[in-house]
């Protein structure tokens, strides 16, 4: 089926029509791509819901076309009509991405490539360590930046120990040319209300300075019974945009809340059959809380005609509670769980500096890059569990237990957290990229020396646990070509350098014999081949790679480096607006992932647990053409059978999702408004949708139910 909807969208793209009308009140950005700047964004794409560029790293903004790596950019025009309500709602548009849930937790956590990228390592305007861990809600949004690939060379190793598939930049919204009143109400599932007001202005003679307001409010029950989450969400951005100079800063507030938070499941043997789509096996009093306040302000200044230099400075500051009962199943839905508290404070600096000069030497032009950047973190930690025998339930009918007392495992003070872990990470970068043919033949050499100190510390005690210090230098090697304007053929040699994990404290209803060591940082290697292609209205990319990364999980009781992970895979993209009125997102991913160098082998040659063969994405919109204003969409999300074991015994069914959305835009009493309605899975399938996410972890994570939202917005 998901094939047959794939040939209809590419016929679609020939025969469409053309479009009468577009959503009213736009305020979309309209800079152009200024090369290498750490501020300035680059132009959305035909159809809006693309970029044509995006950060790179330490050579700031490029044209995808001049990119030797593959990445996509999406929109706050896409996140917008598509009513996303955070970064995992976006990413569903992405052929390689897929989101999965966190160890243990409610953090969002994204699967690229086949490897993990946790949501503490996205980059905020090209910093790390600063968004919130759990959720970053959509309000605070311009563009949602994929990076595909190995990045420690462009952006240093990711702090939290993840990233050698990708990596995710978030850039904050900026005040567009002209004024932006905008506000917007509405409803999801069965009493989720929902009102957000986004305004803008831009300032001085020349209009070089602007602020922009974000606030966002959600309360009540969506599409899962019983679970009630209350979120708000405020922003505030200021720019300037000046000819020699050029400054942002942002700040944000949120505060995440769910009360009986439906959990993953860990299953015991055969995955059960999925429990009805809106059903919630959660205990009434588990609940996830967290507040972070975060903000970064970045600057450039063009020191001569050839030459810039820019500074960023970020911090967080984040509280974070959770009471938690995580069920494990047999096949015949019998669960078994036991109570897990928690508490976490974080406190985060990040900050990077460079300069970028640009001369020629003969027939060669050279962009020189030079970079610093660090990240500290400190971070204070408490649990406790119930006793491990734990309480039973059922997956199909849900017994609402008393909860019980965490006393029974636990480390530290849950009120008051000791320090637990301290990181440091520093880096220094230099990179030269050199134009030769007039610039059709683009060849980058570039190296980054990384530090990185982790030490942990006791959660009773606060005495110091372990520590390591570590340095490794990661090298990149890139090639591109344009045989002609249209085409851009790359190649890429990066490494990845990954800061060590940290133990867990249990797995698999366990106690973890090593629980707070911190594993050596692991350095992974990957090469790439692509294509590019722009004809205007629309483009793609296909990308060969193979990415190799040591694995950690837990064996015997303790958690250590047991083996590696080589993935070797196929991307094809596509998007744009073909015709008029029509417009296309999606692409397909073909991944081979196998472990290797297995304690004797044991498991050399299977698969990785929770990394599909094939995933793909279609996403279509059509401009009604006879009635103006209104557009229709149709997305669907397709994931093949994934491994549930190391063993690969057992595995899960593929899974697919349909979305449908109508919008209509009109102007009502000389005001432009949009409706827009929204259905997610359409069909209410009743499917797991991923495993793990965590090396070594197996848990199943059941996917949303059908869900509509509905929203009106208008601008005055």
């Not at 940082?521 to 990415?547: C, H, N």
């Amino acid at each position: 089926m998901f094939r047959s909807l794939l040939l209809a969208s590419c016929c679609a793209t020939v025969l469409g029509a053309p479009a009468l009308a577009q959503e009213a009140g736009p305020a979309e950005l309209d800079e152009v791509i200024v090369t290498g700047s750490q501020v300035t964004l680059t132009s959305p794409y035909p159809g809006g819901q693309v970029a044509r560029g995006g950060r790179v790293g330490l050579f700031g903004a490029m044209s995808a076309m001049d990119t030797p790596f593959a990445s996509t950019s999406y929109t706050e025009e896409l996140v917008r009509n598509q009513q996303a309500r955070g970064v995992g709602d976006v990413l569903q548009n992405d052929p390689a991405v897929r989101v999965s849930k966190g160890f243990g937790n409610f953090q969002e956590l994204y699967v690229i490539r086949g490897f993990p990228v946790y949501s503490d390592d996205m980059t905020y305007n090209g910093l790390y360590g600063i968004l919130p861990r759990q959720f970053v809600a959509a309000e605070f949004l311009e563009r949602v930046e994929v990076f595909h690939g190995a990045t420690a060379f462009l952006n240093g190793a990711a702090p939290g120990g993840s990233g050698v598939g990708g990596a995710f930049n978030l850039t904050p919204k900026r005040a567009p040319d002209r004024d932006l009143n905008r506000l917007t109400a509405g409803v999801e599932g069965e009493s989720e209300l929902y009102f957000a007001a986004d305004l803008a202005r831009r300032f001085g003679p020349a209009a070089e300075w602007g602020g922009r307001l974000n606030i966002a409010r959600r309360d009540g029950e969506a599409g899962i019974e019983d679970e009630d989450r209350q979120l708000t969400a405020i922003g505030l951005g200021v720019d300037r945009r000046g000819d020699r100079a050029r400054f942002s800063a942002d700040i944000g507030w949120q505060d995440h809340h769910i009360d009986a938070p439906r959990p993953t499941v860990t299953p015991a043997g055969p995955v059960p059959a999925p429990p009805p789509a809106d059903g919630n096996f959660a205990q009434p009093w588990t609940f996830t809380d967290e507040q972070q306040l975060f903000g970064v302000a970045r600057g450039e200044f063009d020191l001569g005609d050839t030459v810039s230099a820019w500074a960023a400075f970020g911090g967080r500051r984040g509280e974070e509670a959770n009471v938690l009962a995580n069920p494990r199943a047999q096949p015949n839905g019998t669960l078994s769980a036991y109570r897990f508290d928690n508490t976490r404070e974080d406190t985060v600096w990040s900050a990077d500096a460079g300069v970028r000069a640009e001369l020629t030497t003969g027939s060669v032009g050279h962009t020189l890059v030079a970079s610093a950047s660090q990240v500290r973190s400190t971070s204070r930690n408490a649990y406790a569990f119930s006793n491990f025998g734990g309480f039973a339930s059922d997956l199909y009918a849900p017994v609402a237990v008393a909860p019980p007392t965490p006393d029974f495992f636990v480390g530290g003070d849950l009120s008051a957290p000791n320090v637990t872990e301290r990181v440091d990470n520093a880096s220094v970068a230099l990179a030269d990229m050199m134009s030769f043919m007039d610039g059709r033949l683009l060849v980058t050499a570039g190296a980054r020396y990384q530090s990185i100190e982790a030490r942990t510390y006791d959660y009773n005690s606060g005495a110091p646990a372990s520590a390591y210090e570590g340095d490794a230098v990661t090298p990149v090697f890139a090639l591109l070509y344009k045989p002609i304007e249209q085409i851009s053929l790359y190649a890429n040699y990066a490494e990845a350098l990954i800061p060590g994990q940290i133990a867990p404290a249990v797995s698999g209803g366990a106690p973890v014999s090593n629980a707070g060591e911190a594993l050596d940082p692991f350095r992974g290697k990957q090469v790439e081949v692509g294509m590019k292609y722009d004809v205007g209205r629309f483009g793609g990319s296909v990308s060969l790679f193979r990415s190799t990364l040591a694995s950690a999980y837990v064996e015997n009781s303790v958690f250590a480096a047991n083996g590696e992970q080589q993935n070797t895979g196929v991307e094809i993209a596509f998007f744009g607006e073909p015709r008029d009125g029509l417009r296309v997102l999606g692409g397909w991913t073909w991944l081979d992932a196998e472990l290797t160098r297995t304690a004797a082998g044991a498991l050399d040659g299977n698969r990785p647990i929770g990394t599909p063969e094939v995933q793909g994405n279609v996403n279509v919109e059509w401009d009604a053409p006879r009635l103006t204003g209104l557009t229709l969409e149709v997305r669907a999300v397709y994931t093949g059978e994934q491994p549930v074991n190391a063993l690969n015994t057992v595995e899960l069914s593929s899974s697919i999702r349909f979305d449908a959305g109508v919008r209509y835009a009109a102007d009502i009493a000389g005001r432009p408004v949009t409706l827009r309605a929204r259905v997610e899975n359409l069909a209410d399938e009743a499917q797991w949708v991923a495993v793990g996410g965590y090396p070594g972890a197996n848990y199943l994570t059941l996917g949303a139910p059908r869900t509509l939202r509905l929203s009106l917005s208008t601008d005055f």
